[in-house]
């Protein structure tokens, strides 16, 4: 392990990192704890210490801060972060001859540098969607990421084939940060669909992947063809169902739709959207009251990145059943995507009405705070998020990572650090 040697007098000073390596100079190691220990090592000659000090620096050392001491005087020292950030460290040793050196100053180098960085990125992959442009295919990759120590390109793209599950890398370098990136589909993708995955990776070394997105390939020139809604009636997108359904109510009827419904998630499991939609079709003209069937199809479009029909389902499904979980949250998606916050936020505090312990809305809640910057309103519903429902373990600690995160980057937006 690299040493620093550091004398003063007869007193022999090394000192390095155990279990993390601390590194000199302005290459710092990421450590990804809020506790670590610094070994330390001293000639026998010096011994016994009288003290063993511990001092480190926020501001690449314009001001220094004493830590706890080392009481055994025993190496290592154990040292607790009080945030996140890089840090410059110096160790003071003393014996009957007195200490190693003086107190560290502004021009005093520190021994070690560490950046700590123990809060890992949160990211979500959002619906992908495919155009062409200049007849070759594209898919629109869009995304939020959000850590407060994101290095210049902490993003990267990886696609599948499926049913294939080999990872492909989807641009030679990380990208930065944009939330936005057009991939122009390889000439080699043939398959029906691809899947697209997000990982994103902080200062501090964290590695977080986004949930896995798959969207059904159309060839270049079908996004010259105008795509028929599964259900029309003369108005815009899936409207309402004529009255032409002859075996609508009958038995056999509704087991031909059920059938349908069933082949459908059969589809959609294989990322088989659109063949999904046309067994929706099928399914609803048989049973034009069935919510779920609307809801389920909403979905797809929302998945293929059809936003305009995606509402027009979620609208359907909810005519039919009004207080249905799926559909406000699902609609309120395709706001969000849209950008309309309002209108996200207000379907969202619907599904609150009829069950105000719905941890994961409240969490959603917050993320459109941010979005609007109300940072204020973001914190009080991460804050419920964590409080109302013990049992949804997963949103909690969601939600902490998010309050987390906003009060490090609120920390590190003021005044010297305060």
């Known amino acids: 392990m690299p040493r620093n040697p550091v004398r003063h007098g007869c007193l ?24 670590f220990e610094i070994e330390y090592a001293v000639n026998e000659s010096a011994l016994p210490l009288d003290s063993v000090q511990l ?5 690449h050392g314009a001001s220094w801060h004493e830590s706890s001491p080392d009481e055994d005087r025993q190496s290592p020292i154990t040292f607790t972060v009080p945030q996140e950030g890089l840090y410059g460290f110096f160790l003071v040793l003393t014996n009957a001859t007195g200490p190693s050196s003086m107190v560290p100053t502004q021009a005093t180098p520190p021994h070690l ?3 700590v960085d123990y809060t890992p990125p949160v990211v979500q992959l959002h619906a992908l969607r495919q155009t062409t442009i200049l007849g070759q295919r594209v898919v629109q990759i869009r995304w939020t990421a959000i850590d407060a120590h994101f290095g210049s390109r902490p993003v990267q ?4 084939r499926p049913p294939d599950e080999t990872w492909y890398p989807a641009t030679s370098d990380p990208l930065t940060n944009t939330g936005r990136y057009d991939w122009r589909l390889p000439e080699d993708v043939s398959s029906r669909s ?28 079908s996004e010259q063809r105008s795509e028929s809604m599964p259900v029309t009636t003369g108005g815009a997108g899936v409207a309402s169902v004529g009255a032409t359904m002859a075996l609508t109510g009958s038995v056999r009827a509704k ?35 069935w919510a779920e069937a609307f809801a389920e199809m909403a979905d797809m479009l929302y998945g293929i990145g059809d936003l305009d029909r ?12 009004p207080a249905m979980r799926s559909a406000l949250r699902g609609a309120a998606m395709v706001y969000r995507q849209k950008n309309d916050h309002v209108g996200a936020a207000r379907l969202l505090r619907t599904i609150l ?12 809640l917050g993320d459109i705070a941010v979005y609007q910057g109300d940072e204020v309103l973001a914190r009080e519903c991460y804050t419920r998020a964590t409080q109302i429902d013990p049992d949804a373990t997963q949103v909690i600690t969601d939600a902490r990572r998010r309050l987390e995160l906003m009060a490090e980057v609120s920390r590190r937006y003021q005044p010297n650090g305060k």
């Not at 390095?16 to 506790?35: D, H, K, Q």
């Open 255 to 289: 087991q031909r739709a059920q059938r349908l419904f069933s082949e459908a998630l059969a589809c959609r499991k294989r990322g088989e959207y659109r063949d999904g939609i046309a067994r929706l079709r099928e399914a609803v003209k048989l049973n034009p009251q």
């Open 310 to 321: 995606a509402l027009n389902a979620y609208e359907l499904a909810l005519r039919r059943q």
């Open 157 to 160: 793209v990886a696609y599948q």
């Open 353 to 364: 009405r009829y069950n105000p312990n719905d941890a994961e809305v409240w969490m959603n």
């Open 113 to 115: 540098w560490a950046f």
């Open 12 to 35: 022999g000073l090394a000192v390095n990192a155990v279990l993390v390596v601390v590194a000199n100079g302005e290459n710092p190691v990421a450590i990804r704890s809020r506790v």
């Open 55 to 59: 001092w480190y620096t926020l501001d």
């Open 194 to 221: 691809v899947a697209v995955r997000l990982t994103v990776t902080d200062s501090g070394g964290h590695r977080v992947y986004s949930e896995r997105q798959v969207l059904e390939i159309l060839p270049a020139y």
